[in-house]
């Protein structure tokens, strides 16, 4: 119970600490070694709470561990009946929860702190990565700042070190590509393949990127280079795991988790709960065609303004976007926008979703997901619908206003690019 205590603590701490930051930038002299410094405090803030605080198991480290004996055992992952619905990924991440879990039985080790290392080493990269990003755009202390700023944000801290999720890794492959799209076009491609490979979501970044790419000749490349990673991960599991290509290409194009819980789709949820009649028809009808929708405003979102901006500016769009009108969510995604939004300089949004994300997670965290304590205030279903998904309202405004800026801006951009340009 302590160690519950002081795990909510560090959050809280480092939630005071990223708004304190935020608000009033590095006014300090930069370390001499910042790399250093900061892999160092990268690390600490998520190996505290990743290894020492957060010792017990959840429903995604229960599913890792399930996934990982099957893995050890050379059974199909996708078919057997435990891990069917618990592994909706491509064939990657599950070698490292089956190596975890080997290490695991080997040396008498906790799974629950083994499994967690790779997300956290993950995050922390993701910190020198936007160093690295940043340098070459503005002064040092600013890169410093922006990288520290991730650092010690408690939205990828939570999701790496509390939750074990693992969306730092294709977040850092996708933001490695990005990096490297100025210097070999197809050494991006193979970054974003590797990053698809691990979870679909930055699949989201590649119109930016081929939008960065003059010669078609080259953006052909690009798809080619791109798909290679996917494709050689999936024909190695076939081949390993006799299964077939169907089978493990559907698990992660027909992922439709979250349904109901977040934004537009949670008044389709309550409706389905309070007046079934109407709810049931609405509610299937968005099951559906709900990821059509989302795709749909998207493709509108790019062509009218993520395509007029800058590669990282141009991702961001996208992503804020995804947030105010998709018809799935789950908690980890909320760690997607941190990097972005710093790389961007968007620090009052950043702000904003911060906190709005932290106090959801926050919520979430103690009554669902770390610990199931919900159940003994109320009915979880009563609690779903009245107290947990209400929760995520915040976030979802933030998105909203978020996204309707970015298309405010780039607009008036354009139109100031478009009077410059007048003879008159």
Partial sequence: ??????????????????????????????????????????????????????????????????????????????????????????????????????????????????????????????????????????????????ATIYAINPIPVMVSSYHGQFDALPASLMLISIWQIDRSVFSSAWWLGL????????????????????????????????SIAPILGIFLYIRIFHSDFKTVILKSLSYNHGLGAYGYTYFSHLLLDLWPAWGVSIFTFIYTYGRYFTVLILVIIWFTTARKEKLAAGVLTVLVCFFAVTHAFAVQYLMWLVPLAIINQEYRWLRLFTLSGFAYMFLVYNTVILKLSITTLLPYQTADLALIIPASLPIWFVSIAWIINRVKNTQRIGQVQVNFSSPA
């Avoid at 910042?34 to 600490?44: E, G, M, N, Q, R």
């Avoid at 890792?64 to 078919?79: I, P, Q, R």
């Avoid at 936007?130 to 002064?139: A, D, H, M, Q, V």
């Fill in 1 to 146: 119970m302590i160690l519950y205590i002081l795990s909510m603590g560090w959050a809280l701490l480092l939630l005071a600490f990223t708004l304190l930051l935020i608000r009033r930038g590095w006014r300090r002299a930069i370390p001499k070694n910042p790399v250093f410094t900061l892999l160092i405090l990268a690390l600490s803030v998520r190996l505290l709470p990743g290894i020492v605080l957060v010792q017990n198991s959840n429903y995604d480290i229960a599913s890792y561990s399930l996934v990982s004996d099957h893995v050890l055992a050379g059974e199909d992952v996708y078919t057997r009946e435990d891990t069917a619905s618990r592994h909706p990924y491509l064939p990657f991440i599950m070698y490292w929860m089956a190596f975890a879990k080997y290490l695991s039985n080997s040396f008498q080790l906790s799974f629950n702190a083994l499994v967690k290392l790779l997300p956290i080493t993950a995050d922390a990269l993701i910190s020198l990565i936007l160093y690295f990003y940043l340098l070459k755009r503005i002064s040092p202390d600013q890169a410093f700042a922006g």
């Fill in 195 to 226: 990053g698809v490979l691990a979870k679909s979501w930055p699949i989201l970044a590649l119109p930016s990127l081929l939008n960065e790419i003059k010669s078609y000749r080259k953006r052909i490349g690009y798809l080619i280079f791109l």
